[in-house]
T-cell receptor
Framework: DQQVKQNSPSLSVQEGRISILNCDYTNSMFDYFLWYKKYPAEGPTFLISISSIKDKNEDGRFTVFLNKSAKHLSLHIVPSQPGDSAVYFCAASAMKTSYDKVIFGPGTSLSVIP | DVKVTQSSRYLVKRTGEKVFLECVQDMDHENMFWYRQDPGLGLRLIYFSYDVKMKEKGDIPEGYSVSREKKERFSLILESASTNQTSMYLC????????????FGSGTRLTVV
């Protein structure tokens, strides 16, 4: 059973609009959440993260929101650019228990249309 | 520029062959990981290592083994390759206790025919 879920396999957004990528998790031990971005034929790269003691973290055009009670987080990209077209993986970790392991979701493929 | 290097970008192997995938990191990281990426399944952890000569099974270790004789090198071994092991294999590393996640290699696309 997947502990980190991304229920939308794909998303298309017009350039300049907001992209919202969603992620749900089931393990209440998770205390740190990350988003990775992956282009074809490249490894994933770290994008942004959030600790469970926060509900929002912002870095330029990227903002991650965390709703602990709902076990839900989302990544907002504003404004979306064609270069943002990639697969986005949501990930979570429970550092105290997991040898620094990170659990990844299945990914959402974002297409930003010029 | 710090990096994780995987020895091959593309590999084609025959069913039953023993396959070695090599990964080297230059960041002095304690932790190293092997994942495979498949459509709709995301990144699934095969094995990881948190120290030299130490290894732990991930979520899908069957059919794989690993070796970590030196801190910078983590090898994934397919004992007898099968067609269902055709996949993208990703190596990653991280420092112990890091909250900043992993540094990934560029991946090896393995096809077993």
């Amino acid at each position: 059973d997947q502990q980190v879920k991304q229920n939308s396999p794909s998303l298309s957004v017009q350039e300049g609009r907001i992209s919202i990528l969603n992620c749900d998790y089931t393990n209440s031990m998770f205390d740190y959440f990350l988003w990775y971005k992956k282009y074809p034929a490249e490894g994933p790269t770290f994008l942004i993260s959030i600790s469970s003691i926060k509900d929002k973290n912002e870095d330029g055009r990227f903002t991650v929101f965390l709703n602990k009670s709902a076990k839900h987080l989302s990544l907002h990209i504003v404004p979306s650019q064609p270069g943002d077209s990639a697969v986005y993986f949501c990930a979570a970790s429970a550092m105290k228990t997991s040898y620094d392991k990170v659990i990844f979701g299945p990914g959402t493929s974002l297409s930003v249309i010029p | 520029d710090v990096k994780v290097t995987q020895s091959s970008r593309y590999l084609v192997k025959r069913t039953g062959e023993k396959v070695f995938l090599e990964c080297v990191q230059d960041m002095d990281h304690e932790n190293m990981f092997w994942y495979r990426q498949d459509p709709g399944l995301g990144l699934r952890l095969i094995y990881f290592s948190y120290d030299v000569k130490m290894k732990e099974k991930g979520d899908i270790p069957e059919g794989y083994s690993v070796s970590r004789e030196k801190k910078e090198r983590f090898s994934l071994i397919l004992e007898s390759a099968s067609t269902n092991q055709t996949s993208m294999y990703l190596c990653a590393s991280s420092s112990r206790g890091s909250r900043y996640g992993y540094t990934f290699g560029s991946g090896t696309r393995l096809t077993v025919v």
